[in-house]
């Protein structure tokens, strides 16, 4: 169990953000907010990226939070998966493990490998649902089958404990 627990310790270590920009400046990020507002999902995404971590913009959470409610709107699973991360850590809202839980099962459904991933740790952890470990190893297989490296790691390590 002492491996399992390692394992999720080391992805929930790993940056939670699903796409960050590289050197967001003034000027991209004045394109990214037309885009944005024309409909255009990964720019949503990528401008909220910004005001959450502060690339290019001042870090807003508020805006971040909209930016990433429009990015999943629009059918962004990045935005979907964002938008689960500041509910999972209550940044800049209320913390709400449910609605995290919510948001990051659609953007897993829709073939997002980091989103399965959350997902299976909310169910390993018993945050926000009841703990089973059966869930969270089948969530952390999707995530494998998804091309998660880290996912396979901790579904190689359930299946080790015995777990079914």
């Given at each position: 169990?002492k491996?399992?627990f390692?394992?999720?310790?080391l992805?929930l270590?790993?940056?939670?953000?699903?796409d960050?920009t590289?050197?967001?400046n003034?000027?991209?990020s004045?394109?990214?907010e037309?885009?944005?507002q024309?409909?255009?999902?990964?720019?949503c995404?990528?401008?909220?990226?910004?005001?959450?971590?502060?690339?290019?913009v001042?870090?807003?959470?508020?805006?971040a939070?909209?930016?990433?409610?429009k990015?999943?709107?629009l059918g962004s699973?990045?935005?979907?998966?964002n938008l689960?991360?500041?509910?999972?850590?209550?940044?800049?809202l209320r913390?709400?493990?449910?609605?995290a839980?919510?948001?990051?099962?659609?953007a897993?459904?829709?073939?997002d490998?980091?989103?399965?991933?959350?997902?299976?740790?909310?169910?390993?952890?018993?945050?926000?649902v009841?703990?089973?470990?059966?869930?969270?190893k089948?969530?952390?297989?999707?995530?494998?089958?998804?091309?998660?490296?880290?996912?396979?790691?901790v579904?190689?390590?359930?299946?080790?404990?015995g777990?079914?």
């Amino acid at each position: 169990m002492k491996r399992i627990f390692i394992a999720i310790s080391l992805l929930l270590s790993v940056n939670a953000f699903a796409d960050t920009t590289s050197e967001m400046n003034e000027y991209t990020s004045v394109i990214a907010e037309n885009l944005c507002q024309r409909g255009d999902a990964s720019s949503c995404n990528s401008l909220g990226t910004s005001y959450a971590i502060g690339e290019g913009v001042k870090v807003d959470n508020f805006k971040a939070k909209e930016l990433f409610e429009k990015a999943c709107d629009l059918g962004s699973l990045q935005g979907c998966s964002n938008l689960g991360v500041f509910y999972f850590e209550g940044k800049g809202l209320r913390q709400d493990y449910l609605k995290a839980k919510e948001l990051f099962d659609k953007a897993c459904n829709g073939g997002d490998a980091g989103s399965c991933n959350r997902s299976a740790i909310l169910y390993a952890e018993g945050q926000g649902v009841k703990q089973d470990y059966s869930k969270a190893k089948k969530l952390f297989g999707k995530a494998c089958d998804l091309g998660s490296q880290s996912g396979c790691e901790v579904y190689k390590a359930f299946k080790k404990q015995g777990i079914k």
